[in-house]
């Protein structure tokens, strides 16, 4: 091949690559052309949440916002299947610090990366657990549980669907010198189910999925996990006010793309994120669910996310959780 026949070949794969990057370029200008799925970790608050965000998302994007909650394995279902989708922007992981901070110190293994597998795109929500005992245990406080919880230990038991439903009772148990019997369910509303029938005697969970079982008299409220009261149910105390000492745990959501989604797009879904969690009728639900938006930007999200992974496996640590 002579000089002239090299410098040919060459301009066309010049030519060729310049196409490819222009075609790439309106693909991201265009986006999002067709429906965008929200990937659900958990039933129960992040489910609730996601359909109340999906209509203000569906307003400002123009496109058909479609809700599909994969539970399980505390939300390592839908993270794997995230992490091994396209990085095109139409198939966002809804997590949360079960998938990003919790399950990374409560598995040996896990099918994905935290970290390396996902390109955060913005907080959610943070907020408050509300903790609820079965009406008819005999216990008015935190005080009477863990007196009887020291009459009788090991005895009564706790369900947990998530890792924060669990680690807001570990870390209860361990500043109470309390021994309480754990037993997992594939979702939080399972165990909402089983405390209400008495199978089992207590659990933790966001305030809008248990506060109408508190309002009918059928689960009792003896605290909420924040440092001070929640607006919306200003008489139940917290557990430090309650005598635990050093008690104080929040769980939060977020949305995180596949790694290697394009920075143009992953700006987009960000901004389609910080809309809808700005809406009055959002900031009203979440509220009411003993939470607040939490909107940041994508670098906001993974400086948080690293934080609160060394925090959870902190409390794992101290109340020896053993990795499955």
């Not at 390109?119 to 009477?144: D, H, Y």
């Not at 607006?231 to 005598?243: C, D, H, L, N, R």
Request: net charge positive.
């Amino acid at each position: 091949m002579n000089r002239t026949s090299r410098t040919l070949v060459l301009l066309a794969l010049l030519g060729m690559v310049a196409v490819l990057q222009a075609g790439a370029a309106v693909a991201q200008d265009a986006f999002p052309s067709k429906p965008i799925r929200l990937v659900l970790c958990c039933t129960g608050f992040p489910e609730n949440t996601s359909r109340v965000l999906a209509p203000e998302m569906q307003e400002f994007i123009k496109q058909p916002v479609i809700v599909d909650p994969k539970p399980g394995a505390n939300g390592i279902l839908a993270s794997e299947f995230v992490a091994k989708a396209a990085p095109d922007g139409y198939t966002i992981l809804i997590g949360t610090n079960s998938t990003h901070a919790a399950n990374q110190s409560l598995y040996k293994k896990l099918p994905y990366d935290f970290i390396k597998d996902f390109t955060p795109v913005s907080g959610i929500s943070q907020g408050m657990l509300l903790f609820v005992v079965n009406a008819e245990l005999p216990v008015k406080n935190i005080p009477e549980l863990i007196a009887l919880a020291k009459k009788q230990p090991g005895k009564l038991t706790f369900g947990y669907g998530s890792s924060s439903a669990r680690n807001g009772v570990e870390l209860f148990k361990l500043l109470a010198g309390i021994d309480l019997q754990g037993i997992p369910f594939k979702t939080n509303p399972q165990v909402t189910t089983e405390v209400l029938a008495g199978r089992i005697d207590m659990s933790m969970n966001d305030m809008g999925s248990l506060a109408p079982h508190v309002e009918s008299g059928k689960l009792r409220a003896m605290g909420v996990s924040g440092l001070t009261r929640w607006a919306t149910m200003p008489t139940v105390p917290t557990f430090v006010e309650s005598g635990v000492a050093g008690y104080s745990l929040t769980f939060w959501n977020a949305a995180w793309l596949p790694a290697g989604t394009p920075a143009l797009i992953v700006a987009r879904v960000n901004a389609m994120f910080v809309h809808a969690l700005n809406q009055p009728k959002v900031k009203e639900y979440m509220l009411k669910a003993g939470s607040f938006s939490n909107p940041t930007t994508s670098d906001e999200l993974m400086k948080f996310q690293i934080e609160e992974e060394a925090k959870w496996r902190k409390i794992h640590v101290a109340a020896g959780v053993q990795p499955e």
